[in-house]
């Protein structure tokens, strides 16, 4: 699998939020899908922590602008860090939202920080992208460290900055992004701004992305493998009963014996494109059935009684309480 991070879940949980074994789960913390991180990921340099499995420097300090912050005065003040060489350099950005989400562990909560990081005044609360949302422009996305919640904030809205510098190492994909938007939402010229869409940072997408055999549709930046039909259920059901569903179905037809399952909120968060709503999903995808919104195999350890969701119409990245028949159900499987 490529592109993918592991999501850091390592424990499995039921329907009522209790610890459960994980082997037969089919959850996020049994299959631990996605590139695996090394033993020691962060390490301090000066000012700056590099992330050994990304390759990306980050400001040790969580905070620098001391107080929240609009968007676009997000980019004045990392204009300001480069034109001073903060930590000695003057390459620092404001992160794509694929970038900022390669710091979240979803094993950890206050902050949603891999339990070794480094970093210093780590603010719970949200943090600025550099990711417009493409439903609607005036708005950027950002992640809420307490648990990790990714959703969009009025970009003339208060919210934190987290600066980042360097080109990495392709591990992480672009998010899709390629317009640039001022704070009311029009397009303006890319040039410039620091934005998403000037900078499209990451590995760039394959042409054709997606390629439909008898078994699913290939998804070539990921090598993730989709359901054609990407509504198992027919219709919304309960998180254990999504588990139960592609246990079943992978027994069945067509399907039997191949490696089905419920994806992790990584996974599904790999087919989100950030240039388009509703759906969120790259132009020209040979899915039929798509729906609003789907359950992963990943709990919320903020509340383990609910389970992380991907909203499939804006791109963004929530909970659902797990008992409640509230999301649809799309498998998927990895290479053979």
């Known amino acids: 699998m490529r592109h993918i991070l592991q999501s850091g879940q390592t424990h499995c949980y039921d329907s009522t939020g209790q610890e459960i074994r994980c082997p037969g789960s089919g959850q996020d913390g049994e299959v631990q899908t996605g590139i695996s991180w090394p033993s020691v990921r962060f390490e301090v340099r000066g000012e700056t922590v590099h992330d050994l499995l990304t390759d990306l420097f980050w400001s040790q300090d969580a905070n620098l602008g001391a107080f929240p912050c609009t968007w676009p005065d997000a980019f004045r003040q990392i204009t300001d860090l480069n034109r001073n060489r903060y930590g000695g350099y003057a390459d620092w950005r404001l992160p794509n939202r694929n970038e900022l989400r390669s710091l979240i562990s979803y094993q950890a909560k206050k902050p949603a920080l891999p339990d070794d990081h480094p970093f210093v005044n780590v603010f719970l609360g949200w943090y600025w992208s550099a990711t417009t949302a493409a439903l609607h422009p005036a708005y950027a996305w950002s992640i809420h460290l307490e648990g990790a919640r990714m959703f969009y904030g009025r970009k003339d809205q208060d919210q934190f900055f987290w600066p980042v510098r360097g080109a990495g190492n392709s591990i992480l994909p672009a998010t899709g992004q390629q317009q640039c938007y001022d704070a009311l939402g029009l397009v303006i010229d890319c040039p410039g701004t620091g934005q998403d869409g000037a ?76 240039s388009a709503h509703t759906p969120a999903l790259p132009a020209g995808y040979p899915f039929t059935g798509v729906q609003s919104e789907y359950w992963s195999s990943t709990t919320s350890f903020f509340e383990t009684s609910w389970a992380w969701v991907l909203y499939l119409d804006k791109g963004a990245c929530g909970v659902g309480h797990k008992p409640g028949k509230t999301f649809f159900v799309w498998p998927v499987r990895g290479l053979p």
């Open 199 to 274: 900078l499209q940072k990451g590995a760039i997408w394959p042409r054709p992305r997606f390629i439909e055999h008898h078994e699913g549709i290939f998804d070539r930046l990921t090598e993730l493998t989709w359901a054609r039909h990407a509504d198992l259920t027919g219709g919304p059901v309960a998180w254990q009963q999504a588990l139960d569903a592609v246990q079943e179905w992978k027994k069945s037809g067509t399907t039997a014996g191949q490696l089905w399952r419920l994806p992790t909120i990584n996974e599904l968060l790999s087919l989100v494109d950030c």
